[in-house]
C-alpha cells in the first residue's frame, strides 16, 4: 500500500524559502512519476511540479518556474519542493502525489488525472 507523507511545511515572510518533503513507501518508485500540487481556499487543486523518478526530469508550472525546485532521494524514497523567492500568492495547502505509470513527458502529469495516490498535504502560508 503506497504511502505518501508531506511535511516541511510552516509560516514565512515573502521573499523567503521552504522545504517540503514527502517520504514514500510500499512500493519501489523507480518506474513512477512524483507530483506537487497546491490548492488554495476556494479554489481548484493546481499543479506546481513533477519528477520522474527514473531519470529525474522534471516539468513545472510557468507560476513556478525558476523559484521552486523539485528533486528526489533515491536512497530517502523522499521527493522535495525547495521553493525560494515565496510570494504571498503561493500560500495553499501543498500535496505530495504519486502514479505508476510513467510513460510520457512532464505535461502529461501537470493534471490531477494521472494519479492515483495523493498525501493528506502541508500547509505553506506566505505573508506579506
Known amino acids: 500500500q503506497v504511502q505518501l507523507v508531506e511535511s516541511g511545511g510552516g509560516l514565512v515572510q515573502a521573499g523567503g524559502s521552504l522545504r517540503l518533503s514527502c517520504a514514500a513507501s510500499?512500493?519501489?518508485?523507480?518506474?513512477?512519476?512524483m507530483g506537487w500540487f497546491r490548492q488554495a481556499p476556494g479554489k481548484e487543486r493546481e499543479f506546481v511540479a513533477t519528477?520522474?523518478?527514473?531519470?529525474?526530469?522534471?516539468y513545472y508550472a510557468d507560476s513556478v518556474q525558476g523559484r521552486f525546485s523539485i528533486s528526489r532521494d533515491n536512497a530517502k524514497n523522499t521527493v522535495y519542493l525547495q521553493m525560494n523567492s515565496l510570494k504571498p500568492e503561493d500560500t495553499a495547502v501543498y500535496y505530495c502525489?504519486?502514479?505508476?505509470?510513467?510513460?510520457?513527458?512532464?505535461?502529461?502529469?501537470?493534471?490531477?488525472?494521472?494519479?492515483?495516490?495523493w498525501g493528506q498535504g502541508t500547509q505553506v502560508t506566505v505573508s506579506s
Open positions: 502525489a504519486a502514479t505508476p505509470r510513467a510513460y510520457y513527458h512532464g505535461s502529461y502529469y501537470s493534471t490531477v488525472r494521472p494519479y492515483d495516490y
Open positions: 519528477i520522474r523518478w527514473s531519470e529525474g526530469s522534471t
Open positions: 510500499g512500493r519501489t518508485f523507480s518506474s513512477y512519476a
